[in-house]
């Protein structure tokens, strides 16, 4: 067992930030998290799944938006720093109200809507949209990529790499039906032309997504689509 | 100095101020609003920006060195277009350009010219061809590259004529 | 028809291509084949008075006010979130570029007439 100084970053300036734990190895985040409420019950973050399936444990570690599920602690360094997402409004300590982030994700109408012909209605297994449709399918929301980025933040009106990857998903699709008007949405103001290749997202996903990738190419197919 | 040639020295220097400030700017947006190493002033967090944030000081260099080439643009397109009022004119201004400020002033120029054209073309590939994340990385190392070698190289010979 | 940010966004691209030659290549003809010394009146007149030369220059003018009007949009799209002052810098911007289109075209049009 070694002692890991920690400080959390709290919306009430009064609340202790300081702490000390005792871990071992190996120790997610989230166990420190949890070791410390024992302490200070009044520490505030969420969780659900424990396994990197829910996305609701997303917080910044050190400055880098991670799972605190999946973020093993390294012992020997000189403490860990805790603190919520950024370009989402704080509700307490490490909580935060991804309203911006979900409001983004609806926009691009994230729902299948199959074409009124509806033909094909099965895509062979060896059917290359597959490739692109599954390399952006396990998304789970955990909004860390929307934290990466420097556009996405409230101020910027900028989609955002989740919302943005979740359309390509849907418009690689040949069945989509509504594939012109997602790739019509997403060339408004806030969207496919506000990446600027910071890969900060491509860098974040805990899934492995390469979200910019995903943006790069709903831009090429959003060129003569309109309308 | 005659007084187009003080005009245009105030002017680039103003332009020069803007640009720094501008510069400032961004790089502080970058690391306030979106901290890739949480502790420290912002100053601090630019040393300890790690490998996998370089992509995100492309950009802010991208913008930078873009508004500076435009910012030099705005005079120049004026010091040329004194040609066509009087070729005397013109050549008085143009004076300066041989002077030992203003030849560091042009190697910058071209360091910032350089920049912006290698990463600009490694974005335009990113469009055209599907390239993964540690190659667009990669890509970059190499218009660093490309900027620093092609940029000192000039810098020689724009400097040549001063110095000896 | 494309949507108008994606046709900006190919301007941009498309420019960018065009500008890596010419901006380069213009930066070499008059500070490393020739000392920028060198490069006044005299130098300015014989090279004005080939036809491609002027060509040259004035594509070179209007594919970097494309590429850098396209560009600073962007910016002011992302960094003046208000619409009020956001219309004030666009239509800044546009001033801005046309007053050095005008500017660069009028000189280089005497200069090719003369
Ligand atoms: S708790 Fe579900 S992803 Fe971490």
């Known amino acids: 067992m070694t002692a890991l100084a920690v400080e959390i970053e709290r919306s009430d300036s009064e609340a202790r930030r300081h702490f000390t734990v005792e871990v071992g190895e190996p120790t997610m985040v989230l166990d420190v998290l949890l070791a410390l409420q024992r302490t200070d019950a009044s520490l505030a973050f969420r969780y659900s799944c424990r396994v990197a399936m829910c996305g609701t444990c997303t917080i910044r570690v050190d400055g880098r938006p991670v799972l605190a599920c999946r973020t093993p602690v390294l012992l020997g360094a000189d403490g860990l720093l805790l603190e919520p997402l950024a370009g989402l409004p704080v509700v307490r300590d490490l909580i935060v109200d991804t309203t911006p982030f979900s409001t983004a994700w609806r926009s691009v109408e994230p729902w299948f809507t199959p074409r009124a012909d509806a033909e094909p209605r099965v895509l062979a297994a060896d059917d290359p949209s597959r490739e692109a449709i599954e390399s952006g399918l396990d998304c789970i929301s955990c909004g860390a990529c929307w934290t990466a980025c420097d556009l996405a933040g409230a101020e910027h009106r900028f989609l955002g790499p989740a919302a943005l990857n979740r359309a390509m998903t849907l418009a690689a699709d040949a069945r989509d039906g509504a594939r012109d008007r997602r790739l019509r949405l997403v060339s408004q103001e806030g969207g496919v032309t506000r990446c600027h290749y910071i890969h900060g997202c491509s860098g974040a996903c805990p899934k492995g997504i390469d979200p910019a990738a995903s943006i790069r190419r709903l831009r090429r197919w959003s060129i003569g689509a309109g309308r | ?164 | 028809m494309t949507q108008p940010r994606i046709v900006a966004f190919l301007v941009m691209r498309t420019t960018a291509v065009v500008l890596a030659v010419l901006v380069v290549g213009h930066f070499a003809v008059t500070h490393l084949v020739n000392d920028v010394a060198e490069t006044g009146s005299s130098f300015v007149m014989q090279r004005w008075s080939s036809a491609l030369w002027l060509a040259w220059d004035w594509t070179m003018l209007a594919a970097a006010l494309a590429h850098a009007g396209a560009g600073i949009w962007l910016m002011i799209d992302e960094q003046a979130p208000a619409t009020r002052p956001r219309r004030l810098y666009h239509a800044a911007l546009v001033v801005t570029i046309g007053v050095l289109l005008a500017v660069g075209t009028a000189a280089l049009t005497i200069a090719g007439t003369r």
């Not at chain 2, 190493?37 to 944030?53: E, H, P, Q």
């Open chain 2, 1 to 164: 100095m005659s007084a187009l040639q003080v005009v245009f020295v105030a002017a680039l220097t103003a332009l020069l101020l803007g640009v720094v400030l501008f510069s400032a700017f961004t790089v502080r947006a970058a690391l306030v609003v979106r901290p890739t190493t949480a502790r420290g002033s912002w100053l601090v967090r630019i040393g300890r920006a790690s490998n996998r944030d370089v992509q995100r000081w492309a950009f802010v260099a991208h913008r930078a060195t873009g508004v500076a080439v435009f910012a030099f643009l705005l005079l120049h397109v004026f010091d040329v277009a004194l040609f066509t009022l009087s070729p005397a004119r013109f050549d008085d201004v143009h004076e300066l350009y041989g002077t030992a400020p203003m030849r560091v002033f042009e190697c910058l120029l071209f360091f910032a010219i350089l920049f912006h054209t290698f990463n600009g073309l490694r974005l335009v590939l990113l469009d055209v061809a599907e390239i993964r994340l540690s190659t667009a990385r990669r890509l970059l190392h190499v218009a660093v590259a490309l900027t620093a070698v092609a940029g000192t190289a000039a810098s020689v010979v724009i400097l040549k004529p001063v110095v000896a």
